[in-house]
């Protein structure tokens, strides 16, 4: 079975900087467009930032452009979140999955943004 293991989350001041990690199972991992997702208290999960299977091209929800950045290393099966500039509404359990959210959704990680 597919697992996604998302860390790097934490307590951070508003301006502060983070970098998530997901690593996935499998060998599905290098052909699939790989996304960040954030999920806030009483909204719905959105897609943050997407790389397609390359690495070539980006996609970012334009409350992250410019701040944050998405990456990823086919050779371990792993996707990166860059974010800074953070500000309290960056505040979010986050979540990694592909294009369409076609996996098991892992257990997220925690990013709280407070003074």
């Known amino acids: 079975q597919v697992q996604l293991v998302e860390s790097g989350g934490g307590l951070v001041q508003p301006g502060g900087s983070l970098r998530l990690s997901c690593v996935a199972s499998g060998s599905f991992f290098r052909i699939y467009t790989m996304g960040w997702y954030r999920q806030a208290p009483g909204k719905q999960r959105a897609l943050v930032a997407s790389?397609?299977?390359?690495?070539?091209?980006?996609h970012y929800a334009d409350s992250v452009k410019g701040r944050f950045t998405i990456s990823r290393d086919n050779t371990k099966n792993t996707v990166y979140l860059q974010m800074n500039d953070l500000k309290l509404e960056d505040t979010a359990v986050y979540y990694c999955?592909?294009?369409?959210?076609?996996?098991?959704w892992g257990q997220g990680t925690q990013v709280t943004v407070s003074s």
């Open positions: 790389i397609t299977s390359g690495g070539s091209a980006n």
């Open positions: 999955n592909t294009d369409g959210s076609l996996l098991a």
